[in-house]
Structures are given as structure tokens and as C-alpha cells.
């Protein structure tokens, strides 16, 4: 049986060294790291998760600067905000919590953060940055898997990862950050997708298979060799208890994975904690450079 890969655990652990390099430097600047958070229209996951970042910043002992949009908000008035907020010295880093509701021309509000502002690293000159390999905000959830595998034990370096989906956000990046010449990186990386012929030969030959398809149950147990180590990215609503509360499952079939895998990561409980810790992270990057101390 496979080792559980405990996500909320390492994620405490940064969030604690977070806390107490947020308070080493309050105390030698006076300042403390901001965090803006834009919530644009009713979606309820979008709420929780907005909640589970307030939270964090509080615990953290950031400030949080919440905004939370009026149905009738249009695109002008939001690009308004975020060019204030561009502007705010007490605002380090700017999320626009995704997905945005189909008014909204996404591509056009994530470039209009300031790049030096943007903690969630989707602007396309951090993707840029991360392209060339020079210094930039690398996206959480990718950046949160790579401290997440070395920090449980198993590197990356010099192993075969396959990675399944190609989204901006978690695919296409850790891909690049997984192939960088970098300590907990120097892998050979193979980029697949649901749409890849006979994707179960691929991912057999996997050391480390991360996936992020978005559909449930897109790898199964004969997909995946003996031994392997499974992140499991996905986050999909399956269903609901008698009380209303949501059942989630991953993209990986756990209960017969966790049978042929060496280490798998829980849904929930695995990756998500750990977006929530690289944003903390990537905020208080930014304020240290807003305060002239760097790491």
C-alpha cells in the first residue's frame, strides 16, 4: 500500500516559516506583507477558496485586502481596481480569484496586474521568465508540487516525470520547472493529455506522474507501473452527502492506485494546501523586495 503523501502537513510546516519570517521582518521594518484578493461574481467554490486565503494571510499575519465585486461591476471598473491596486505601497500582491464570470475577457484583466505583483504567476511575462529561466513568480500550484515532492522525499532529479494535462496554470509550467537545471528539478519530462494516443504506455513508464486532467478517474491502476509516485492534481465534484456537503475526488482512481504506487498524494488533502502555502510565499517574495530585503 502506498505512503500518503500529507499536503496539509508540509503546508503547515511553510506556512509556520512563513509566519515567522513575516514577524522577523515586521519587527525590523515595521511593515508586514499585503495580499489583495479580487472576487468577481457568486461562484461558491470561488467563495471558499477566497475564505481559505483570508484565513491564511490572517494566520500568517499578513494584511488582507479583500474586494469583493457587485453583480453589476463591469470590465472598466475592474480594471480600474486593479490599476489602483498596482499603485497601493501597502499591496504586494494582487489575485484575481479565476474563473471570472463570461463577462469579464480573463487574458485582458490577468495583464493588467503589474508583473511584479503577480503572486499567482499567470502574467505572461512571469510565464515568459519562467520560459527562459531567469527570476520570476512561478504559479502556485505548480511551485507547490515541487516543494511538495522534495519535501516528502522524492526529488525529482534525474527521474522520468510524466505530466497529464496541459493547462497554463499546472501542466505547461511544471513541466518547465520540472526540466530546469535546478536542485529538486533535472527531470525528463514527458507532457501528455487525455487526447494522447494509448496514454496508459506513457504513463507506465512514469517514476513520478502527476496528473491534472480535470476529469475524474483518468488514470487507473492499469495506467500506472509499480512503485510509481503519484501527485494527484484534480479536484472534482462527484457528488453530494445527505447534508449537502460536496464529495471530491481527484483525477486518479485512489483506492486501486494506492494499491500499485509507492506514494500518492490524497484528494482532498494533497496539492491544494500547498497552492495556498506558494502564494504566501510569492507575496512575501514581493514584500521583501518592496522593503529592500532580500532572502
Known amino acids: ?3 500518503i503523501i500529507d499536503g496539509k502537513k508540509i503546508a ?6 512563513i509566519r515567522a519570517e513575516t514577524a522577523r521582518l515586521r519587527d525590523q521594518t515595521g511593515a508586514v506583507p499585503g495580499l489583495a484578493v479580487i472576487l468577481a461574481g457568486d461562484d461558491p467554490a470561488s467563495g471558499v477558496y477566497v475564505r481559505m486565503k483570508e484565513k491564511a494571510c490572517r494566520e500568517a499575519g499578513f494584511a488582507s485586502f479583500t ?3 457587485e453583480d453589476e461591476t463591469d470590465e472598466a471598473e475592474l480594471l480600474s481596481l486593479i490599476d489602483r491596486l498596482n499603485g497601493d505601497p501597502e499591496v504586494d500582491g494582487i489575485l484575481v480569484q479565476l474563473p471570472l464570470p463570461a463577462r469579464f475577457n480573463e487574458r485582458k484583466v490577468i495583464e493588467a496586474v503589474s508583473p511584479l505583483k503577480d503572486v499567482d504567476g499567470f502574467h505572461p511575462l512571469n510565464l515568459g ?11 502556485c500550484t505548480p511551485l507547490g508540487i515541487v516543494e511538495l515532492l522534495r519535501r516528502s522525499g522524492y526529488p525529482p532529479d534525474g527521474k522520468h516525470v510524466v505530466v497529464v494535462g496541459r493547462s497554463t496554470i499546472v501542466g505547461k509550467p511544471l513541466a518547465l520547472m520540472l ?11 514527458t507532457l501528455c493529455h487525455t487526447g494522447t494516443a494509448d496514454l496508459g504506455a506513457v504513463t507506465r513508464r512514469a517514476e513520478i506522474l502527476i496528473v491534472a486532467a480535470g476529469r475524474p478517474n483518468t488514470i ?3 495506467m500506472v507501473g509499480e512503485g510509481t509516485v503519484v501527485i494527484d492534481v484534480g479536484v472534482n465534484v462527484v457528488g ?5 456537503k460536496r464529495i471530491l475526488a481527484g483525477d486518479v482512481d485512489f483506492p486501486a492506485v494506492a494499491e500499485k504506487a509507492a506514494a500518492i498524494t490524497p484528494v482532498p488533502g494533497g496539492v491544494g494546501p500547498m497552492t495556498i502555502a506558494m502564494l504566501l510565499r510569492n507575496t512575501l517574495s514581493a514584500f521583501r523586495r518592496r522593503v529592500n530585503f532580500p532572502a
Do not use: S
Open 129 to 139: 521568465r519562467l520560459l527562459r529561466g531567469e527570476e520570476g513568480f512561478l504559479p
Open 1 to 3: 500500500m502506498a505512503e
Open 67 to 69: 474586494h469583493r465585486l
Open 179 to 189: 526540466a530546469r537545471k535546478a536542485e529538486g528539478a533535472n527531470a525528463t519530462v
Open 12 to 17: 503547515r510546516e511553510i506556512r509556520g516559516e
Open 220 to 222: 487507473t491502476a492499469p
Open 240 to 244: 453530494q452527502t445527505a447534508e449537502g
